[in-house]
DNA sequence: CTCTTGACCCGAA
DNA sequence: CTTCGGGCCAAGA
């Protein structure tokens, strides 16, 4: 096994709990990890080491219940076949109701963290 | 070793 | 509504 981050191993671990016919957004797993702003970091790990470590990868997708893959692409068919097949709706847009499929950990005023040191004017 | 890139999110203008 | 920039991480060249 590859030396990780600590980061790195908790997207990893919460990557795979994440429930059947649930779907979780980058933003969610960083902040799950500890990071809420390395959703970039949780999506290069999802695409690093999605095949190393048996990821369910297609339950991740963007802030917009998207799929981030183009609409031609076949990882984005492909995606969206696996999550069909967990029993998730998709609209016409191709967008996934978050407020139903989205898997929420924790409750909403965890979501709002009344400390937010960062982000001076 | 440094530098670039990559499947992103969020807030501001 | 669109566009821009800042922020984090790891892997590859």
């Given at each position: 096994?590859?030396?990780?981050?600590?980061?790195s191993?908790?997207v990893?671990?919460?990557i795979?709990?994440?429930?059947?016919?649930?779907?979780v957004t980058y933003g969610q797993i960083a902040?799950?990890?500890?990071?809420?702003?390395a959703s970039r970091g949780v999506a290069w790990i999802l695409h690093s080491s999605s095949?190393?470590?048996?990821l369910?990868w297609?339950?991740v997708v963007n802030a917009?219940?998207?799929?981030s893959f183009?609409?031609?692409?076949?990882?984005?068919?492909?995606?969206?076949?696996?999550?069909?097949?967990?029993?998730?709706?998709?609209?016409?847009?191709?967008?996934?109701?978050?407020?139903?499929?989205?898997?929420?950990?924790?409750?909403?005023?965890?979501?709002?963290?009344?400390?937010?040191?960062?982000?001076?004017?």
């Open positions: 096994m590859a030396e990780i981050s600590e980061f191993r908790k990893i671990e919460w795979r709990k994440i429930p059947k016919g649930k779907v902040k799950l990890a500890g990071e809420p702003h095949k190393a470590y048996r369910p297609h339950r917009k219940g998207e799929i183009p609409v031609h692409s076949s990882f984005h068919r492909k995606q969206k076949k696996l999550l069909e097949n967990e029993n998730v709706e998709f609209s016409l847009d191709g967008k996934i109701n978050l407020k139903k499929f989205q898997w929420q950990k924790f409750p909403k005023s965890v979501q709002k963290n009344p400390k937010k040191p960062q982000m001076f004017k």
